[in-house]
């Protein structure tokens, strides 16, 4: 009669399978909970669009629109998930979301 159970023949392998495991479960989970944190954010805030001229900064933008006691960095990261911003550079001529708080 067969033995049911399985033995793990190399423990080295089982582990390094079972490490890469986690780090793909652990990865996916953080991924999909920053796209459901981007999507709350473009659904959920209202918005008015600003034409940018030269010397207009990120930086400039949000400090004139946040509101105190609240992180400018907060508010330049809204400004880039509402805008699909892939750094914070901006230039004349572009229309920028901004939101409202």
Same mark, same amino acid.
């Not at 508010?75 to 901006?90: C, G, H, Q, R, V």
């Given at each position: 009669m %067969?033995n049911?159970? !399985?033995l793990?023949?190399? $423990?080295?392998?089982?582990m390094?399978?079972?490490?890469?495991? *986690?780090?793909?479960?652990?990865? /996916?989970? #953080?991924?999909l909970?920053?796209?459901? /944190?981007? %999507?709350?954010? !473009?659904? %959920?805030?209202?918005?008015? %669009?600003?034409? *940018?001229k030269? #010397?207009?900064?990120?930086?400039?933008?949000a $400090?004139r629109?946040?509101?105190? #006691?609240?992180d400018? !960095? $907060?508010?330049?990261?809204? *400004?880039?998930i509402?805008?699909?911003?892939?750094?914070?550079?901006?230039?004349p #001529?572009? *229309?920028?979301?901004?939101?409202i708080?």
């Amino acid at each position: 009669m %067969e033995n049911p159970r !399985r033995l793990v023949v190399n $423990k080295l392998r089982f582990m390094r399978c079972l490490a890469l495991i *986690i780090l793909l479960l652990v990865a /996916s989970t #953080g991924l999909l909970m920053k796209i459901s /944190s981007a %999507e709350s954010i !473009r659904k %959920e805030k209202n918005y008015f %669009e600003m034409y *940018i001229k030269s #010397g207009d900064t990120l930086w400039d933008l949000a $400090k004139r629109y946040t509101p105190k #006691g609240k992180d400018l !960095r $907060k508010t330049i990261y809204e *400004i880039s998930i509402l805008n699909e911003l892939d750094s914070t550079d901006i230039y004349p #001529g572009q *229309i920028i979301k901004i939101p409202i708080q």
